[in-house]
């Protein structure tokens, strides 16, 4: 099974940009469909942006559409999530997620691998 960690999190002011990471140890990312997910407190864990295994199909949530973008190195064995002009809202922890199977789904239950996650902060 796949083991994935997130990195990249900050503090930052509102229209900063970050850059997260997750890097996958003991399987080969490409046999993954993957996604990223946010959870602020007292929110349930909210789809953000998810991948197809080969990179060609991305989605993403409407409060991040056209703002991140998510991308993969399969050969790094790493997935990334690029975040433009952040807002506050944005602020949460932020977890990325794999899934065996081809379908990509928006559904966080789908998923059945996790990180530990990374924290994003956005001040105003």
């Known amino acids: 099974q796949v083991q994935l960690v997130e990195s990249g999190g900050g503090l930052v002011q509102t229209g900063a940009s970050l850059r997260l990471s997750c890097a996958a140890s003991r399987s080969t990312l490409s046999g993954y469909t993957m996604g990223w997910f946010r959870q602020a407190p007292g929110k349930e864990r909210e789809f953000v942006a998810a991948?197809?295994?080969?990179?060609?199909?991305?989605y993403y949530a409407d409060s991040v559409r056209g703002r991140f973008a998510i991308s993969r190195d399969n050969a790094k064995n790493t997935l990334y999530l690029q975040m433009n002009n952040l807002e506050p809202e944005d602020t949460a922890m932020y977890y990325c997620a794999a899934r065996g199977s081809i379908i990509i789904t928006r559904t966080p239950a789908n998923y059945e691998y996790w990180g530990q996650g990374t924290q994003v902060t956005v001040s105003s």
């Open positions: 991948i197809s295994r080969d990179g060609g199909n991305t």
